[in-house]
Structure formats: structure tokens, C-alpha cells
């Protein structure tokens, strides 16, 4: 295994690669995104943040709890676990992990072939890349699943077990506070969380200004998933004024969807390895438990394949 190829740069990706490269190994990541990190996102508006994709870092074991506990803690009301925060947003962690790896953004990968000496993948402008002798995908169950459809592999059968739904967000800014606290979770139909930014470690904002990020239930989302976002402000707005019991006035507004959120049906078990195709698939849909799990699930993924060298 003298180099590596990863398909997605999300916190699986990214921490699989900082193993293997770790080892010795040479290995480049693809991704179609403009940025690192996958769902591990903070989205920038003039100068507010908003983490629109994963409120907080929480969770423990495997070198996870240590890695995360270097970022401040932001006290969001949930003592069952320790919440930690980046104070330039949740995606720094992404940046961080990739400093030091070689990663192609705008990519996206649309075929692989294995044939000659190992793999080869096709990005959208039809621009060849490989052979490499190992290739591992990190995208969403579902897009893994789309991608190595046309190989015959053991790993397209097990990935038709794994379900994934979306989750609609939307990214507020008020001049009226909505919740006392740093986080809410009420008892709604529409909405799941609603997560005050401004509360997060180095987030304060101006006299008069109050983000939010809103989540919305899961159920929900599926139901409008094709909703337009026009539609998706307007319904998430109204269900607000029904929790805030009072009218707020919006200074921004946005929403946005992630097609594949939430893992509903996870794999249960930390990875796929087909050796006899050098082929892999890893990511949070393995253990269905967010940022922490896609963590591991690359770390794992990572150790087998130096384990088997």
C-alpha cells in the first residue's frame, strides 16, 4: 500500500488520512465541496457564524475526547456530556485535521474503474486520476453506494442496509432574543433545536443582535425535503413566533439543506474493507453517531489497513 486515494473530506476522511500519512503513507483526498469538513460546517454572513450543520463537539473514547477538548467548552445546558467549540466555528476542527494532507477541493469524483495496477477515478470535467492500489470512500452511505455501483464488490450489498435522511436548518439573526438559554429542544413537530450562537465561546455579538441556528425534526424534514426554501423559511418562521410567544424582528435570515443528515439505519460496524479490490467505505453512517462517530470510524478504518500491510 504505497499510496492512498479518499473520496470525501469530511472528519472520516480527513482522520483516516492523518493515520495512514502518519505511517508513511502518500495519500490524496477528493472532494466536490469548496471547503473541508462535510457537514462540519460554519457558514459566514457579514460578521455572524452560524455552525448549521452540528450545534457542538461533544463525546469521549478513543483519542476523540482528547482531540476536541483542546477547543473551548460552551456551557449550552446539557450536563450529561462535555459540549466544546473552535471559537472561529465547528468547522475549524476540519481545517486543523487537513493542515498538513494533501486535499483537492472542487472535485467531484463521478466514476472509479479498477483495472491495470489499481484504481482510477473520473472527476465532472471527465480529468483521469491513479492509479492508486487503495481507494476509500467516505461520502454519505448513499453516494457511496451510487459510486461503486458498477464494481463488483461485496460492499455494494452491505451499504443497501444503511438509511439516511435529510435535515432542513435555517441560520436566523434577531433584534429581539427568542430563548433565554443557549440551547432549547421543545416538544414541536417542526422543530428540533434551536441552538443561540451567540452563546458559543467567542461568538458575543453586537448590543441588539442574536443568532440562532433552528433545526428542524426529522420527520418534518423528510415530509418537505423538495420543499423550496422560500417555503422552508416561511413554515420554520412561524413555528418560531409560535415558541417565542413574541414577535421578533429578522436582520438575516437563510436556510439550508442537508440531504443526508441523520442516519436512521446505521451499518453497525466501523467500516467495509473488500481486500481483494483494495476497496474501502468508512463514515458516520457506520455507527450513526455524528462528528464522534465518523472520527472513529476513519481512525479504525486507518489502523486495519496498516494492520494488513
Not at 5 to 20: D, K, N, Q
Not at 118 to 129: F, P
Not at 193 to 218: F, H, M, N, Q, W
Request: overall charge negative.
Amino acid at each position: 500500500m504505497l499510496s492512498v486515494a479518499i473520496i470525501g473530506a469530511g472528519i472520516c476522511g480527513l482522520r483516516c488520512a492523518e493515520v495512514l500519512q502518519d505511517a508513511g503513507i502518500t495519500v490524496k483526498i477528493f472532494d466536490k465541496g469548496r471547503g473541508v469538513g462535510g457537514r462540519l460546517a460554519t457558514r459566514r454572513h457579514a460578521h455572524w457564524r452560524f455552525d448549521h450543520g452540528a450545534p457542538s463537539l461533544h463525546g469521549d473514547g478513543d483519542g476523540w475526547g482528547d482531540r476536541i477538548s483542546r477547543y473551548p467548552r460552551w456551557h449550552c445546558g446539557d450536563n450529561t456530556t462535555w459540549h466544546h467549540l473552535p471559537t472561529s466555528g465547528i468547522n475549524q476542527l476540519a481545517k486543523d485535521l487537513a493542515g498538513q494532507l494533501h486535499v483537492q477541493l472542487n472535485c467531484q469524483i463521478d466514476s472509479i474503474e479498477h483495472r491495470g495496477h489499481g484504481w482510477h477515478l473520473i472527476d465532472q470535467r471527465a480529468v483521469a486520476y491513479g492509479p492508486f492500489p487503495t481507494l476509500i470512500v467516505t461520502a454519505p452511505c448513499p453516494q457511496t453506494h451510487a459510486l461503486i455501483k458498477a464494481v463488483d464488490s461485496t460492499l455494494f450489498e452491505q451499504l443497501s442496509t444503511v438509511r439516511m435522511s435529510p435535515a432542513w436548518a435555517m441560520m436566523l439573526v434577531t433584534g429581539e432574543p427568542i430563548i433565554a438559554a443557549p440551547e432549547l429542544r421543545p416538544n414541536h413537530r417542526l422543530i428540533r433545536r434551536i441552538s443561540a450562537e451567540s452563546s458559543k465561546p467567542g461568538r458575543a455579538l453586537d448590543t441588539g443582535e442574536y443568532g440562532y441556528v433552528v433545526e428542524a425534526t426529522d420527520e418534518w424534514s423528510r415530509q418537505h425535503e423538495e420543499d423550496s426554501p422560500a417555503a422552508v423559511e416561511t413554515s420554520i418562521l412561524s413555528a418560531l413566533q409560535s415558541i417565542a410567544k413574541t414577535s421578533f424582528n429578522p436582520l438575516h435570515c437563510a436556510v439550508h439543506r442537508w440531504r443526508y443528515a441523520q442516519t436512521e439505519q446505521p451499518l453497525d460496524q466501523p467500516y467495509l474493507f473488500d481486500p481483494k479490490l483494495q476497496l474501502a467505505a468508512a463514515g458516520d453512517w457506520c455507527f450513526g453517531e455524528g462528528a464522534g462517530g465518523a472520527y472513529r470510524s476513519g481512525e479504525a478504518l486507518a489502523m486495519a489497513l496498516l494492520g494488513a500491510e
